[in-house]
């Protein structure tokens, strides 16, 4: 069967089979044959028999299941399949198969559920993945369909119309469906944040700006809005304001690096040099293991400043620090675009036979 000597390969499996009638494995293995030849009705029958003979043999449900899924057979291929898992509750391949059965026969809701399973038992495997977004996108998209049937004028309805166009880059038709959304909802927490981040994707900082003190207004606690707008207020030159949110934001989450970065940007923009200094060595200390841009821009801004501070050691350290780390992020900017590139060509490769 290796060799590809299909015909072979059943024969002899065929004849283990009759001459010891017992011998699980044989039929199981013909079933496997009958399988590759695309033989599925031949196929379940030698794995009903292997199943006649040990119950509990392993795989013999899992692949009786994909050729029921083969013939359409969805009912019949999800019992198999459950089968499967609950004599090896390890096997990733018989909940994903279980998943694509349900697919099949239309329950993504439960499919979500046996693929997420086979996603934790074999977390990197590209099928398993791809089927799981696939199940989830349906429960999505029915989700949303159940919500604009239930309330089509629902702010609920204009924020996900926002979400999906922002998703689309139609960033103007993302902003006018999330002021309707805002306009419904003037407090609810959240929304005005997304307006803002749709404001500042078109650089337009002084709305993002009102938008993210409106979003403050409804929920004060938003650390984040707060650092948005503490980094909006630096992009607009009102530093002495920026340096105040950023000072607020690192009181509420201490070690945070891109508060820290961004308030070193504040300091050195007002001139105190040796505070920038301070803040930018603890970006690079809080950034941790991590390469980042923060990371990488920390060192480059610290290199500008110790020049300043006629220390040309360490200003030559930073650049140094602030060069390598650019050329590894460069070189893993390379790397991802040609991983990208192979993928999408070994796609295109096996889209017809998948």
Known sequence: MRAGNLDQAAQNFSAAAKMNPAFAEASFNL?????????????????????????????????LGIAHYRRNE???????????TEIDPSNAQAFMWLGVSELAKGDAFAATADLDKATELKPHDVDILYHRGRAH?????????DMYKADPNSWRVHQVLSQSYADADRVDDAIAEC?????????????????????WRQNQLAKAETEFQSELNADPESTESLYKLGVISLERSKTDAAAELLAQVLKRTPHSADAEYQL????????????????????VTDSGKSDTETLRQSYYQLAQLYRRQQK??????????????????????SQNLQDKLRRSAQLQQTAPSQ
């Open 31 to 63: 079933g496997l044959v009958r399988m590759q030849q695309g033989q599925y009705e031949d196929a379940i029958s030698s794995f009903e028999h292997s199943l006649t003979l040990k119950p509990r043999l392993r795989g013999a449900h899992l692949f």
């Open 74 to 84: 969805y009912d019949k291929a999800i019992t198999a399949l459950k089968r499967e």
């Open 137 to 145: 996108m349906l429960v999505s998209k029915a989700s949303y369909e």
């Open 179 to 199: 002021q309707l959304a805002v306009n419904a909802r003037p407090n609810e927490p959240g929304l005005h944040e997304e307006l803002g981040d749709l404001y």
């Open 264 to 283: 070193g940007r504040a300091q050195a923009q007002m001139g105190n040099v040796d505070a920038a200094v301070t803040n930018f060595q603890a970006a």
């Open 312 to 333: 040309p050691e360490e200003s030559r350290a930073a650049l140094d620090s602030f060069m390598r780390l650019k050329q590894q992020a460069d070189a893993q900017q």
